[in-house]
C-alpha cells in the first residue's frame, strides 16, 4: 500500500518506516538491528572499527532473530585500510545469510567497493560535503547518506561541516541532476516525526537514526549513559576531539566527534593541544570514570537529537511513534 511514507528506499528494501538504524559502534549490535527489522526499517549492526569477533556475534544474533530481510552492517572505512577481516567475513557468508546493505563512512569507499558488489549486497556512502559526492559515486555507491553536524558520533568538524537543513536538499538537487537513481537518506537531528517528515520534504529518500534508536532498551549504550542522555537537552553536546584523544583513537582530520559535553570534556576542549601533548593524567580520569560508569568522565555519545530523547522504550516504540508522527504531519501539508 502506498502512504504519505513510501519511498524508493522502502519500496528497495520493503520497509513500513523510510528508516535506517545507523550502524553505531558497540550500541548497534544484533538485538537493536533485528528489534528495527522487525519493526518495518533497515537494520544496520554496527561493525564499527571492525572487530572480527564483536561482528561475527552480533551479526549472528541479528540474523538468528529476523533472517536476512532488513539486516545489513557498517564499517568505519579508514579502519578497513588496517584490518578488512570482519567485512570480509560478512561478505564470504553464504549468499542468504549476506547483509543486503553494507555502509562505509569516513575514508575512501573505492578499494571495497568491487568485494561488496560481487556479495551482491547494496552499498550505502556517508557524507559529509557536497565535495564527496562523486568519490561516493565512483565507488558505485547505490545509496548516499548526507551527515550533518548535528549527527551523534563521528563526523565533519566544525570547519568542514554541513547543517542537515541545508546539505540534504542540495545534495538532492545535485544527486537528481548527476545521478538521479542514487538513494539519498539524512543523518544528524532526525528523532521523532517531524524531523523525519522533514527529512523528506528536503527530498530525502528516507533518514538514517543515530542518537534517538541508540536510546532504546535493546541498544548496547551503557544504562548510566542512557540515563545521562535523558537528562541533557539539545544544548548540552559538542563536537570536539577531546573523546578521541582521551579514548587512544587515532581518528584522522577533519573528523571529530560528538558527544555530551561533560566535566572532564570541559575540562579540556578549550586545550585540546595540551591534551593531545600530556594525556594520561586525563585518560586515567577517564578510565576510571568508565570503570565505575561515572559519565562525569565517561562519554556519553549522541548528537543534539538527546534533545528530543525523553524517555529510554524500545526500538519498535520509537518507530511506530516516528512512522504516526510523520504520516500526520504530512498528511497535514
Ligand atoms: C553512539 C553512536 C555511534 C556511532 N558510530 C558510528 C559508526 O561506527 N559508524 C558510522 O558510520 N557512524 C556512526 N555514528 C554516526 C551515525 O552513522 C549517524 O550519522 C548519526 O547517528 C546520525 O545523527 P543522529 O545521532 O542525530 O541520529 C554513530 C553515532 C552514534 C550516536
Given at each position: 500500500?502506498?502512504?504519505a511514507?513510501?519511498?524508493?528506499?522502502?519500496?528497495?528494501?520493503?520497509?513500513?518506516?523510510?528508516?535506517?538504524?545507523a550502524?553505531?559502534?558497540?550500541?548497534?549490535?544484533?538485538?537493536l538491528?533485528?528489534?528495527?527489522?522487525?519493526a518495518?526499517a533497515?537494520?544496520?549492526v554496527?561493525?564499527?572499527?571492525?572487530?572480527?569477533?564483536?561482528t561475527q556475534?552480533?551479526?549472528?544474533?541479528?540474523?538468528?532473530a529476523?533472517?536476512?530481510?532488513?539486516?545489513?552492517?557498517?564499517?568505519?572505512?579508514?579502519?578497513l585500510?588496517?584490518?578488512?577481516?570482519?567485512?570480509?567475513w560478512?561478505?564470504?557468508?553464504?549468499?542468504?545469510?549476506?547483509?543486503?546493505?553494507?555502509?562505509?563512512?569516513f575514508?575512501d569507499?573505492?578499494?571495497?567497493?568491487?568485494?561488496?558488489?560481487?556479495?551482491?549486497?547494496?552499498?550505502?556512502c556517508?557524507?559529509?560535503?557536497?565535495?564527496?559526492?562523486?568519490l561516493?559515486l565512483?565507488a558505485?555507491?547505490?545509496?548516499i547518506?548526507?551527515?550533518?553536524?548535528?549527527?551523534?558520533?563521528?563526523?565533519m568538524?566544525?570547519?568542514?561541516?554541513?547543517?542537515?537543513?541545508?546539505?540534504?536538499?542540495?545534495?538532492?538537487?545535485w544527486?537528481s541532476?548527476?545521478?538521479?537513481?542514487?538513494?539519498?537518506l539524512a543523518?544528524?537531528?532526525?528523532a521523532d516525526?517531524?524531523?523525519?517528515?522533514?527529512?523528506?520534504?528536503?527530498?530525502a529518500?528516507?533518514a538514517?537514526?543515530?542518537?534517538?534508536?541508540?536510546a532504546?532498551?535493546?541498544?548496547?549504550?551503557?544504562?548510566?549513559a542512557k540515563?545521562?542522555?535523558?537528562?541533557t537537552d539539545?544544548?548540552?553536546?559538542?563536537r570536539?576531539?577531546?573523546?578521541?584523544?582521551?579514548?587512544?583513537?587515532?581518528?584522522?582530520?577533519p573528523?571529530?566527534f560528538r558527544?555530551?559535553?561533560n566535566?572532564?570534556?570541559?575540562?579540556?576542549e578549550?586545550?585540546?593541544?595540551?591534551?593531545?601533548a600530556?594525556?594520561?593524567?586525563?585518560?586515567?580520569?577517564?578510565?576510571?570514570?568508565?570503570?565505575?560508569?561515572d559519565?562525569?568522565?565517561?562519554?556519553?555519545?549522541v548528537?543534539e537529537?538527546?534533545?528530543?530523547v525523553?524517555?529510554?522504550?524500545?526500538?519498535?516504540?520509537?518507530?511506530q511513534q516516528?512512522?504516526?508522527?510523520?504520516?500526520?504531519?504530512l498528511?497535514e501539508?
Open positions: 500500500m502506498t502512504t511514507l513510501s519511498t524508493r528506499f522502502t519500496d528497495r528494501f520493503q520497509l513500513s518506516t523510510p528508516v535506517a538504524l550502524p553505531m559502534a558497540l550500541a548497534s549490535g544484533g538485538a538491528a533485528s528489534a528495527t527489522a522487525r518495518g533497515l537494520g544496520l554496527g561493525g564499527g572499527y571492525g572487530d572480527l569477533a564483536w556475534r552480533e551479526y549472528t544474533l541479528a540474523l538468528s529476523m533472517g536476512t530481510g532488513r539486516i545489513g552492517c557498517g564499517f568505519i572505512t579508514w579502519k585500510d588496517e584490518d578488512a577481516s570482519a567485512l570480509d560478512v561478505l564470504h557468508l553464504p549468499p542468504e545469510d549476506r547483509p543486503r546493505a553494507l555502509m562505509l563512512s575514508g569507499p573505492r578499494p571495497y567497493a568491487a568485494r561488496i558488489a560481487k556479495a551482491g549486497c547494496t552499498l550505502i556517508q557524507i559529509q560535503r557536497l565535495e564527496q559526492a562523486p561516493a565512483e558505485g555507491a547505490d545509496i547518506v548526507a551527515q550533518g553536524v548535528e549527527a551523534g558520533g563521528h563526523g568538524n566544525a570547519l568542514n561541516g554541513r547543517a542537515t537543513l541545508t546539505f540534504v536538499p542540495e545534495l538532492a538537487d544527486l541532476a548527476h545521478s538521479p537513481d542514487t538513494l539519498l543523518a544528524g537531528g532526525i516525526g517531524r524531523t523525519l517528515a522533514a527529512a523528506l520534504v528536503l527530498g529518500d528516507g538514517l537514526v543515530g542518537s534517538r534508536l541508540w532504546t532498551t535493546e541498544s548496547l549504550a551503557p544504562e548510566g540515563t545521562q542522555a535523558v537528562h539539545g544544548d548540552g553536546t559538542a570536539s576531539a577531546v573523546f578521541d584523544i582521551l579514548r587512544r583513537k587515532n581518528w584522522p582530520a573528523y571529530d558527544a555530551i559535553r566535566e572532564l570534556h570541559r575540562t579540556w578549550e586545550r585540546i593541544d595540551a591534551l593531545r600530556a594525556p594520561e593524567a586525563a585518560r586515567a580520569a577517564y578510565d576510571a570514570g568508565v570503570a565505575a560508569g559519565y562525569r568522565f565517561a562519554h556519553a555519545t548528537g537529537a538527546v534533545g528530543l525523553h524517555d529510554v522504550p524500545d526500538a519498535a516504540t520509537v518507530l516516528m512512522h504516526t508522527e510523520a504520516q500526520q504531519r498528511g501539508r
